[in-house]
């Protein structure tokens, strides 16, 4: 019950939020869920453009930046929520299968989970490899990446690979909510860095 209030209350905290936060013109009609399209919220970004910075929080709450990865290379996979099936596999994928072949690479996984949710499914999970890291405070990445969905207040499915000068290098959104991520070109543009 306390998790079905907790849900109920920050879903109503990020809807209002929300309000305030333009359209995102750039990346309009291109995610839907149960065939209907979804409308994200924030500044959408590019390939080839420099990666905003943002603020989220770790496990303790501790405020991390992208700053904080200066000089590396980035993959940044974004779920709307860990506790859910897609997600779940999305994040144990670049985990287990991606994390230990590309060891140069720092692996974020951004949602507005709590963080002590976020390390709750970490340890149940052993997530070890990847950084899950929370927007739930400032939602300044979803913000700042043009990922927030209108009246949820959850970020759209996507992932992103910057170079190590923090340049967008590829950017997919997933169309469907209920999909997982085409793997075979973010492996590609991983190999290329």
Request: charged share 20%; proline share 4%; net charge neutral.
């Amino acid at each position: 019950m306390l998790r079905l209030i907790t849900f109920a209350l920050c879903t109503f905290c990020s809807a209002t939020f929300a309000a305030n936060i333009a359209e995102n013109s750039l990346d309009a009609g291109k995610v839907s869920a149960q065939s209907k399209p979804i409308t994200l919220l924030g500044t959408g970004v590019e390939v080839s453009q420099q990666a905003p910075n943002f603020k989220v929080v770790n496990d303790s709450f501790s405020p991390i930046t992208l700053n904080d990865y200066k000089g590396q290379a980035v993959l940044i996979s974004v779920v709307p929520s860990l506790d859910t099936g897609v997600c779940s596999i999305q994040t144990k994928h670049f985990n287990e299968k991606v994390a230990e072949k590309f060891p140069n690479i720092v692996m974020l996984t951004i949602s507005v989970d709590l963080p002590f949710a976020q390390k709750r499914f970490c340890k149940a999970e052993n997530i070890d490899k990847i950084t899950a890291l929370s927007d739930s405070v400032w939602r300044d990445f979803g913000q700042n990446y043009g990922l927030i969905i209108k009246d949820m207040g959850l970020l759209t499915r996507a992932v992103f690979v910057l170079n190590s000068e923090h340049k967008i290098v590829y950017k997919q959104l997933v169309d469907d909510l209920s999909k997982e991520p085409n793997y075979e070109p973010i492996i590609s543009a991983m190999n290329a860095l």
